[in-house]
């Protein structure tokens, strides 16, 4: 006999135990996965905003009555763990006996254990037949959310100047929308078009996950689908402990650095001690660096979900992500550090440091598993984000997008050039839909030949984006780092490039701060680059035959082919020279002995 106990507090309900159906359950494990897949569908095709329907910076997911993480869409990996740990708090705090079918919560408080406020969250419970299951929830990146700068991001010192927060509140009662909240919300917030739009297919998306699951209950009954949902959690923590058992055992360290904080130039130190002692994994940050009056600082959230992440790489990829998964996962980051800031600090810097912990925390693991790991990516989500009264309109307007950069080598092939790495998995914002919506103008977007790191594997190059404002003067924020720390290398590989920003301005390239608000002049352009990807291994080790063909595309410079890898290439006729490229790398070899 079993015991489960659900969020209103009631008494255990017993249930008998039963034999498992090996076709049942993965039965209904995809009808899980399946629900919240087409939630993600669903709020793809309806939202308004760019951010969402192009870049697809949003997830969905459903958690059972007891406030376990169940299924998920595949989307973002960073938002899918701060589902399951912001609707269990959420429904806690409101009362889940406060709530009815067609209700739905709206939150985005990172010290609740949200993330940034951008990312507001709609948690709609899911009852069957008057019985409370569960609840489908979504997330999505809103492109503003008012506060100090468009497009929410800014060098901001504590949460109040990053835009409007949203405790748990309703934002829908029995199906229709609340309108004193909306309008509160609308009034706070320069989109209002994308934020109102995108907030309206949260709803729908979370609407159809209701009836997707409502319609698997109604095949297989209330307790069949319960019971399976126990299986497949422990299902999952059997796998993963499993898993974490073939993991080299002992405790690996490293070390990382941010730039600076965003209001001094001061660099924000991180440490991590990983310790793998059979099956479970401790993550202790003790020693990182307090927090900040300044945007750089995350949450534990934030900070669980870059563990989680890593972990997930290094195990069986087929491993169901929800309640199980999280089990065997023990983080240990002092309250009032960067990794786990307390109110009421800024935040909304929180992915880019959430995204150095996960640089950090496999150059740690790359002692003891250095076949698995890659060098340093980007290591910076690289944003942007600018808006204005829109000329054509009159309208204020808002845009907001991630960069990519270059992927980290691994041992057996290079680093992908200009991609979202790890939780990020974000979307291009393809220039024709930016152009046609909005007024900018893009000039230029292309990769940066030269910023990958060198080595045997090559790291993957960052690109350049420029942004040219022609007949206005909108305001542009950059929230950008990895510009004085660059993408580490791996054994014996080189640093990637390091990402710049900066102003065209008649004629004249000039600086501009990676963590800053300027006011845009017509015609000027702001180029901002983004890092390369770290080499893995030595460079004169690399095959040449691969270097003509980097060369020949325009990724490397004859002279970088040269000086980093030893090769010397007759461009007339392409053609590598055996006798110079020979001696170029004893030189090489030599230089590193």
């Not at 680093?415 to 046609?436: C, K, R, S, Y």
């Amino acid at each position: 006999m079993g015991q489960r106990r659900d969020l209103h507090g009631m008494g255990p309900t017993r249930i008998t135990e039963k034999r498992i159906d090996p076709i049942l359950f993965e039965v209904i494990r995809s009808a899980l996965t399946e629900a919240a897949e087409e939630m993600s569908a669903s709020l793809q095709r309806t939202a308004y905003s760019t951010n969402v329907k192009t870049r697809l910076d949003y997830s969905s997911a459903f958690v059972d009555d007891r406030g376990r993480m169940v299924a998920q869409a595949f989307c973002q990996p960073a938002h899918l763990v701060t589902i399951g740990r912001i609707v269990p708090r959420a429904v806690t705090e409101y009362g889940p006996e406060n709530l009815d079918a067609g209700d739905a919560l709206m939150v985005n408080d990172p010290h609740r254990q949200a993330s940034h406020l951008n990312d507001i969250f709609l948690i709609a419970p899911f009852f069957y037949e008057g019985q409370l299951i569960g609840y489908v929830a979504n997330i999505c990146h809103h492109v503003d959310v008012g506060g100090g700068a468009p497009a929410s991001i800014g060098a901001f010192r504590e949460v109040y100047q990053e835009g409007i927060i949203l405790p748990v509140i309703k934002l829908v009662v029995k199906g229709e929308i609340v309108p004193d909240i909306l309008k509160m919300v609308l009034a706070n917030v320069r989109a209002k078009k994308e934020v109102g739009g995108d907030l309206r297919a949260q709803i729908a998306a979370n609407d159809i996950g209701i009836r997707r699951l409502t319609q698997l209950i109604g095949r297989y009954g209330i307790e069949t689908v319960k019971f399976y949902i126990d299986k497949l959690i422990e299902y999952s923590e059997r796998l993963i402990r499993a898993e974490l058992l073939k993991l080299p055992r002992g405790t690996f360290r490293a070390e990382e650095k941010l730039d600076d904080d965003g209001i001094t130039s001061e660099p924000v130190h991180l440490k991590a001690r990983i310790t793998l002692n059979g099956d479970s994994a401790i993550f202790d940050f003790t020693g990182t660096d307090a927090q900040r009056p300044a945007p750089m600082n995350c949450n534990l959230t934030q900070t669980f979900t870059a563990c989680v992440y890593v972990l997930k790489c290094l195990v069986d990829p087929d491993i169901p992500l929800n309640e199980g998964f999280y089990r065997p996962i023990h983080v240990i980051a002092p309250e009032g550090s960067v990794l786990n800031a307390t109110h009421p600090t800024a935040i909304v810097g929180g992915w880019e440091v959430s995204m150095h912990v996960c640089e950090m925390l496999l150059k740690a693991l790359s002692q003891a598993l250095p076949d698995r790991v890659p060098a340093g990516s980007k290591g910076t989500l690289c944003q942007v984000g600018f808006g204005g009264k829109n000329p054509s309109t009159g309208e204020y307007y808002c845009f907001y997008e991630t960069l990519a950069g270059g992927y980290g080598a691994r041992i057996g092939s290079d680093g992908p050039d200009a991609v979202q790495p790890h939780f990020q998995n974000t979307q291009n914002a393809p220039i024709e839909e930016t152009e046609l919506n909005y007024p900018v103008r893009i000039p230029r977007y292309s990769l940066i030949p030269d910023s990958e790191g060198h080595g045997r594997m090559r790291g993957g190059l960052g690109l350049c984006r420029e942004y040219t404002f022609v007949d206005h003067q909108p305001v542009f924020t950059t929230l950008v780092d990895r510009v004085n720390f660059r993408p580490c290398g791996l054994f014996g590989g080189g640093e990637g490039s390091a990402a710049f920003c900066s102003v065209i301005s008649n004629g004249k390239t000039l600086p501009i701060p990676s963590k800053g608000t300027i006011q845009v002049t017509p015609g000027d352009t702001i180029r901002v680059k983004s890092p390369g990807g770290g080499g893995y291994g030595p460079s004169w080790e690399r095959d040449a035959e691969l270097v003509l063909r980097d060369v020949q595309e325009g990724k490397i410079s004859t002279s970088r082919a040269k000086e980093c890898y030893g090769v010397a290439i007759d461009t007339e006729h392409w053609l590598i020279n055996r006798e110079e490229t020979h001696a170029l790398r004893k030189i090489l070899q030599g230089k590193s002995d």
